[in-house]
């Protein structure tokens, strides 16, 4: 069974940091794009960071210059290294991977992690 397995949220103080790990288990024949997304309460889902296959990255306008996405192709495995960390940042962190199962796959399809907790406090 495929699947997307994060580890690393918690609780931590404002200006400190915390660093995301998300793999991809399973019969996998090739991970696409990988990113992490998060949803605060009462808010929708959005974009934190994204990465494809060839190390390019994009990132949230809220998050640059304090976050920085990474992956690791032989892992399949993403990471987000979030530094700075504010009261605002709080949410749960989904992992989202672009993935091929099969190798006579068209195409790419997306997978969401479970989520992680993510709390900095003031």
């Known amino acids: 069974q495929v699947q997307l397995v994060e580890s690393g949220g918690g609780l931590v103080q404002a200006g400190g940091s915390l660093r995301l790990s998300c793999a991809a288990s399973?019969?996998?024949?090739?991970?696409?794009?990988m990113g992490w997304y998060r949803q605060a309460p009462g808010k929708q889902r959005e974009l934190v960071a994204t990465?494809?296959?060839?190390?390019?990255?994009n990132y949230a306008d809220s998050v640059k210059g304090r976050f920085t996405i990474s992956r690791d192709n032989a892992k399949n495995t993403v990471y987000l290294q979030m530094n700075s960390l504010k009261p605002e940042d709080t949410a749960v962190y989904y992992c989202?991977?672009?993935?091929?199962?099969?190798?006579?796959?068209?195409?790419?399809?997306?997978?969401w992690g479970q989520g992680t907790q993510v709390t900095v406090s003031s």
């Open positions: 989202n991977a672009d993935m091929r199962i099969h190798y006579y796959d068209l195409g790419s399809r997306p997978y």
């Open positions: 990465i494809i296959r060839g190390a390019s990255t």
């Open positions: 399973g019969n996998i024949f090739r991970v696409d794009a």
